[in-house]
Protein backbone atom coordinates (compact mmCIF):
# COMPACT_ATOMS: atom_id res chain seq x y z
CA UNK A 1 0.00 0.00 0.00
CA UNK A 2 1.30 3.64 -0.52
CA UNK A 3 1.44 6.17 1.16
CA UNK A 4 -1.47 7.33 2.96
CA UNK A 5 -2.30 11.29 2.96
CA UNK A 6 -3.41 12.37 6.19
CA UNK A 7 -5.53 15.57 5.61
CA UNK A 8 -6.38 17.82 8.47
CA UNK A 9 -9.08 20.11 7.03
CA UNK A 10 -12.53 20.18 6.12
CA UNK A 11 -11.32 21.81 2.94
CA UNK A 12 -8.86 19.99 2.01
CA UNK A 13 -10.81 16.58 2.29
CA UNK A 14 -14.20 18.17 0.42
CA UNK A 15 -11.46 18.64 -2.71
CA UNK A 16 -10.48 15.05 -2.48
CA UNK A 17 -14.23 14.11 -2.03
CA UNK A 18 -14.96 16.45 -5.21
CA UNK A 19 -12.48 14.58 -7.09
CA UNK A 20 -13.88 10.86 -6.56
CA UNK A 21 -17.06 12.61 -8.76
CA UNK A 22 -19.51 10.59 -7.18
CA UNK A 23 -18.24 7.03 -7.06
CA UNK A 24 -18.94 5.18 -4.30
CA UNK A 25 -17.61 6.69 -0.77
CA UNK A 26 -17.45 4.61 2.39
CA UNK A 27 -16.35 6.30 5.91
CA UNK A 28 -14.83 4.48 8.83
CA UNK A 29 -15.21 6.93 12.03
CA UNK A 30 -12.60 6.47 14.88
CA UNK A 31 -11.17 7.90 17.54
CA UNK A 32 -7.62 6.35 16.74
CA UNK A 33 -5.17 3.71 18.34
CA UNK A 34 -6.32 1.39 15.57
CA UNK A 35 -6.87 -2.62 15.98
CA UNK A 36 -8.65 -5.38 14.05
CA UNK A 37 -11.78 -4.53 15.17
CA UNK A 38 -11.35 -1.18 13.30
CA UNK A 39 -9.94 -2.60 10.42
CA UNK A 40 -13.22 -4.70 10.14
CA UNK A 41 -14.94 -1.92 9.26
CA UNK A 42 -12.19 -0.51 6.70
CA UNK A 43 -12.31 -3.72 5.11
CA UNK A 44 -15.65 -3.95 4.66
CA UNK A 45 -15.83 -0.51 3.60
CA UNK A 46 -13.03 -1.67 0.73
CA UNK A 47 -15.05 -4.46 0.06
CA UNK A 48 -18.48 -2.47 -0.73
CA UNK A 49 -16.75 0.70 -2.01
CA UNK A 50 -14.83 2.31 -4.48
CA UNK A 51 -13.17 4.70 -1.89
CA UNK A 52 -12.80 4.50 2.02
CA UNK A 53 -11.87 7.30 4.02
CA UNK A 54 -11.24 7.11 8.11
CA UNK A 55 -11.38 9.69 10.48
CA UNK A 56 -9.30 10.26 13.64
CA UNK A 57 -10.21 12.45 15.76
CA UNK A 58 -10.55 12.16 19.67
CA UNK A 59 -13.95 13.94 20.19
CA UNK A 60 -13.91 15.49 23.14
CA UNK A 61 -17.38 16.46 23.64
CA UNK A 62 -18.24 13.13 24.36
CA UNK A 63 -15.86 13.12 27.25
CA UNK A 64 -16.81 14.30 30.72
CA UNK A 65 -14.06 16.36 32.42
CA UNK A 66 -13.36 13.20 35.30
CA UNK A 67 -12.96 10.87 31.72
CA UNK A 68 -9.95 9.25 30.19
CA UNK A 69 -9.83 12.30 27.50
CA UNK A 70 -5.76 13.36 28.75
CA UNK A 71 -4.80 10.09 28.45
CA UNK A 72 -6.83 8.04 25.75
CA UNK A 73 -4.37 6.53 23.24
CA UNK A 74 -3.00 8.44 20.48
CA UNK A 75 -0.61 7.28 17.91
CA UNK A 76 -0.72 8.15 14.17
CA UNK A 77 2.24 6.19 13.11
CA UNK A 78 0.57 2.89 14.95
CA UNK A 79 -2.42 3.22 13.22
CA UNK A 80 -0.91 3.76 9.49
CA UNK A 81 1.13 0.75 9.89
CA UNK A 82 -2.32 -1.40 11.07
CA UNK A 83 -3.90 0.30 8.38
CA UNK A 84 -1.18 -0.98 5.65
CA UNK A 85 -0.51 -4.28 7.38
CA UNK A 86 -4.77 -5.35 7.67
CA UNK A 87 -6.22 -3.27 5.25
CA UNK A 88 -7.51 -5.69 2.22
CA UNK A 89 -7.20 -2.69 -0.02
CA UNK A 90 -6.52 0.72 -0.82
CA UNK A 91 -7.49 3.46 1.95
CA UNK A 92 -8.09 7.15 -0.07
CA UNK A 93 -6.65 9.20 3.12
CA UNK A 94 -7.11 9.75 6.66
CA UNK A 95 -9.12 12.78 7.87
CA UNK A 96 -6.87 13.78 11.16
CA UNK A 97 -8.62 17.26 12.02
CA UNK A 98 -7.93 19.32 14.72
CA UNK A 99 -10.46 20.15 18.00
CA UNK A 100 -10.40 23.59 16.61
CA UNK A 101 -11.22 22.41 12.48
CA UNK A 102 -14.38 20.56 14.18
CA UNK A 103 -15.49 23.15 16.71
CA UNK A 104 -14.83 26.38 15.07
CA UNK A 105 -16.70 28.18 17.75
CA UNK A 106 -14.72 27.03 20.26
CA UNK A 107 -15.40 23.86 23.06
CA UNK A 108 -15.69 23.57 26.73
CA UNK A 109 -16.66 21.30 29.31
CA UNK A 110 -18.95 23.92 30.92
CA UNK A 111 -21.94 23.16 29.39
CA UNK A 112 -23.73 26.49 30.40
CA UNK A 113 -20.96 28.14 28.50
CA UNK A 114 -20.86 26.09 25.27
CA UNK A 115 -21.42 28.33 22.10
CA UNK A 116 -21.52 26.76 18.35
CA UNK A 117 -24.61 23.99 17.07
CA UNK A 118 -24.94 20.62 18.71
CA UNK A 119 -27.25 17.39 17.92
CA UNK A 120 -29.29 15.50 20.17
CA UNK A 121 -30.93 12.58 19.66
CA UNK A 122 -33.87 11.82 21.91
CA UNK A 123 -35.19 8.57 23.27
CA UNK A 124 -32.24 6.06 22.30
CA UNK A 125 -29.64 8.09 23.97
CA UNK A 126 -31.27 8.18 27.99
CA UNK A 127 -30.87 4.91 28.94
CA UNK A 128 -27.81 2.89 29.60
CA UNK A 129 -25.00 4.71 28.52
CA UNK A 130 -27.26 7.98 28.48
CA UNK A 131 -27.58 7.44 32.03
CA UNK A 132 -24.08 6.89 33.55
CA UNK A 133 -22.66 9.52 30.98
CA UNK A 134 -25.20 12.43 30.31
CA UNK A 135 -23.23 14.39 27.61
CA UNK A 136 -22.18 11.50 25.54
CA UNK A 137 -24.32 11.15 23.37
CA UNK A 138 -24.75 14.68 22.73
CA UNK A 139 -21.21 14.40 21.75
CA UNK A 140 -21.40 11.40 19.81
CA UNK A 141 -24.45 12.60 17.67
CA UNK A 142 -22.96 16.25 17.21
CA UNK A 143 -19.34 14.75 15.88
CA UNK A 144 -20.81 12.03 13.49
CA UNK A 145 -22.85 14.63 11.64
CA UNK A 146 -20.19 16.76 11.63
CA UNK A 147 -18.22 14.39 9.79
CA UNK A 148 -21.25 12.90 7.19
CA UNK A 149 -21.66 16.57 6.63
CA UNK A 150 -17.94 17.01 5.75
CA UNK A 151 -17.44 13.93 4.34
CA UNK A 152 -21.08 12.87 2.77
CA UNK A 153 -20.18 8.89 2.17
CA UNK A 154 -22.29 6.83 0.64
CA UNK A 155 -21.72 4.29 3.66
CA UNK A 156 -20.68 4.28 7.07
CA UNK A 157 -19.20 2.04 8.85
CA UNK A 158 -19.70 1.41 12.83
CA UNK A 159 -19.06 -1.17 15.46
CA UNK A 160 -21.98 -4.05 17.22
CA UNK A 161 -19.56 -3.17 20.04
CA UNK A 162 -20.95 0.08 20.87
CA UNK A 163 -24.51 -1.07 20.16
CA UNK A 164 -26.33 1.65 21.38
CA UNK A 165 -24.26 4.36 19.50
CA UNK A 166 -25.41 2.43 16.22
CA UNK A 167 -28.98 3.28 17.33
CA UNK A 168 -28.41 6.31 18.01
CA UNK A 169 -26.50 7.02 14.87
CA UNK A 170 -29.30 5.05 13.07
CA UNK A 171 -32.25 7.08 14.42
CA UNK A 172 -29.98 10.37 13.20
CA UNK A 173 -29.78 9.50 9.64
CA UNK A 174 -33.00 8.56 9.63
CA UNK A 175 -34.65 11.53 11.41
CA UNK A 176 -32.68 14.29 9.81
CA UNK A 177 -33.06 12.54 6.07
CA UNK A 178 -29.67 11.86 5.58
CA UNK A 179 -28.45 10.12 2.25
CA UNK A 180 -25.76 7.60 4.35
CA UNK A 181 -26.46 3.91 4.57
CA UNK A 182 -25.20 2.74 8.24
CA UNK A 183 -23.68 -0.41 7.92
CA UNK A 184 -23.06 -2.38 11.52
CA UNK A 185 -20.57 -4.80 11.65
CA UNK A 186 -20.50 -7.66 14.36
CA UNK A 187 -18.21 -7.58 17.57
CA UNK A 188 -14.03 -8.50 16.64
CA UNK A 189 -13.21 -10.42 20.10
CA UNK A 190 -10.11 -12.39 20.69
CA UNK A 191 -9.66 -16.40 20.62
CA UNK A 192 -11.01 -15.54 24.30
CA UNK A 193 -14.06 -14.08 23.77
CA UNK A 194 -12.75 -10.57 24.76
CA UNK A 195 -14.15 -7.33 22.98
CA UNK A 196 -11.42 -5.36 20.73
CA UNK A 197 -11.00 -2.22 22.55
CA UNK A 198 -8.21 0.69 22.52
CA UNK A 199 -8.88 0.86 26.04
CA UNK A 200 -7.68 -2.74 26.23
CA UNK A 201 -4.31 -1.46 26.50
CA UNK A 202 -4.49 0.00 29.68
CA UNK A 203 -4.74 -3.55 31.31
CA UNK A 204 -2.31 -5.86 32.52
CA UNK A 205 -1.92 -9.64 30.90
CA UNK A 206 -3.50 -10.92 34.00
CA UNK A 207 -6.62 -8.46 33.85
CA UNK A 208 -6.83 -9.21 30.05
CA UNK A 209 -6.91 -12.88 30.70
CA UNK A 210 -9.74 -12.41 33.48
CA UNK A 211 -11.48 -10.11 31.82
CA UNK A 212 -12.55 -12.80 29.42
CA UNK A 213 -14.99 -13.73 32.33
CA UNK A 214 -17.25 -10.38 30.60
CA UNK A 215 -18.39 -12.48 27.26
CA UNK A 216 -18.80 -15.98 28.93
CA UNK A 217 -21.26 -14.52 31.32
CA UNK A 218 -22.87 -12.72 28.47
CA UNK A 219 -22.82 -16.69 27.04
CA UNK A 220 -24.33 -18.36 29.94
CA UNK A 221 -27.33 -15.82 30.00
CA UNK A 222 -27.75 -16.22 26.41
CA UNK A 223 -27.77 -20.48 26.87
CA UNK A 224 -30.50 -20.01 30.12
CA UNK A 225 -32.51 -17.93 27.72
CA UNK A 226 -32.40 -20.61 24.67
CA UNK A 227 -33.58 -22.92 27.20
CA UNK A 228 -36.42 -21.27 27.98
CA UNK A 229 -35.32 -19.10 30.94
CA UNK A 230 -37.15 -15.06 29.90
CA UNK A 231 -36.74 -13.27 34.15
CA UNK A 232 -34.18 -10.59 33.56
CA UNK A 233 -33.52 -10.84 36.60
CA UNK A 234 -32.50 -14.43 36.69
CA UNK A 235 -30.69 -13.99 33.72
CA UNK A 236 -28.97 -11.11 35.46
CA UNK A 237 -27.97 -12.73 38.20
CA UNK A 238 -25.96 -15.71 36.20
CA UNK A 239 -23.85 -13.00 34.43
CA UNK A 240 -22.94 -11.06 37.62
CA UNK A 241 -22.31 -14.00 39.53
CA UNK A 242 -19.71 -15.57 37.37
CA UNK A 243 -17.68 -12.30 36.89
CA UNK A 244 -17.97 -11.80 40.58
CA UNK A 245 -16.84 -15.55 40.60
CA UNK A 246 -14.04 -14.25 38.37
CA UNK A 247 -12.35 -11.63 40.46
CA UNK A 248 -14.36 -9.69 42.98
CA UNK A 249 -12.48 -6.72 42.25
CA UNK A 250 -14.56 -6.10 38.86
CA UNK A 251 -17.26 -3.19 39.68
CA UNK A 252 -20.56 -4.11 37.46
CA UNK A 253 -21.57 -0.58 36.35
CA UNK A 254 -24.55 -2.16 35.31
CA UNK A 255 -26.14 -5.39 33.40
CA UNK A 256 -29.14 -4.29 31.32
CA UNK A 257 -31.76 -6.19 29.02
CA UNK A 258 -33.81 -3.73 26.41
CA UNK A 259 -35.71 -3.99 23.56
CA UNK A 260 -34.04 -3.96 20.70
CA UNK A 261 -35.45 -1.33 18.97
CA UNK A 262 -36.55 1.15 21.51
CA UNK A 263 -33.87 0.56 24.43
CA UNK A 264 -36.61 0.08 26.46
CA UNK A 265 -36.03 -2.07 30.10
CA UNK A 266 -37.55 -5.17 30.58
CA UNK A 267 -38.17 -7.26 33.27
CA UNK A 268 -38.87 -10.02 30.77
CA UNK A 269 -38.09 -11.18 27.48
CA UNK A 270 -40.48 -11.80 24.95
CA UNK A 271 -38.56 -14.74 22.89
CA UNK A 272 -40.67 -13.14 19.60
CA UNK A 273 -38.60 -10.14 19.91
CA UNK A 274 -35.35 -11.19 21.83
CA UNK A 275 -33.27 -8.41 23.31
CA UNK A 276 -30.24 -6.67 23.66
CA UNK A 277 -27.69 -7.74 26.69
CA UNK A 278 -25.65 -4.80 27.87
CA UNK A 279 -22.98 -4.54 30.51
CA UNK A 280 -20.43 -1.93 31.83
CA UNK A 281 -17.76 -2.79 34.13
CA UNK A 282 -14.98 -1.53 36.20
CA UNK A 283 -12.02 -3.35 35.89
CA UNK A 284 -8.29 -2.60 38.07
CA UNK A 285 -5.45 -1.88 34.92
CA UNK A 286 -3.83 -4.82 37.16
CA UNK A 287 -4.48 -6.91 40.01
CA UNK A 288 -0.96 -5.44 41.85
CA UNK A 289 -2.20 -1.71 40.87
CA UNK A 290 -1.53 0.38 44.01
CA UNK A 291 -2.99 3.72 42.91
CA UNK A 292 -6.34 1.46 42.24
CA UNK A 293 -6.45 2.55 38.53
CA UNK A 294 -9.73 0.84 36.75
CA UNK A 295 -10.55 1.18 33.15
CA UNK A 296 -14.67 0.95 32.54
CA UNK A 297 -15.46 -1.42 29.79
CA UNK A 298 -18.32 -2.16 27.97
CA UNK A 299 -19.57 -5.16 25.90
CA UNK A 300 -23.10 -6.76 24.80
CA UNK A 301 -24.66 -9.76 23.04
CA UNK A 302 -27.87 -9.86 21.11
CA UNK A 303 -30.56 -12.38 22.42
CA UNK A 304 -32.15 -13.43 18.99
CA UNK A 305 -35.78 -14.48 18.54
CA UNK A 306 -36.71 -17.51 19.51
Do not use: W
Request: charged share 20%; with cysteine.
Amino acid sequence: MSKIPIITTVKELRSLVKSFNHESLGFVPTMGYLHEGHLSLVNESIKDNKHTIISIFVNPSQFSPNEDLDTYPRDINHDIEIIKKLAIGKVDAIFKPSVEEMYPSGFTFDINNQKGSFVEVLGVSKPLEGLKRPTFFKGVATVVTKLFNIVMPTNAYFGQKDIQQTIVIKNLVEDLFLNINIKIVPTIRNENGLALSSRNKYLSDDILNEVTCLYKSMKLSNDSYLNGEFNVEKLTEIVSNYITKINNKFKIDYISFNDPKDLSYLTNIDPKIGCILSMAVYVPNSNNEINNETTRLIDNMIFKPL
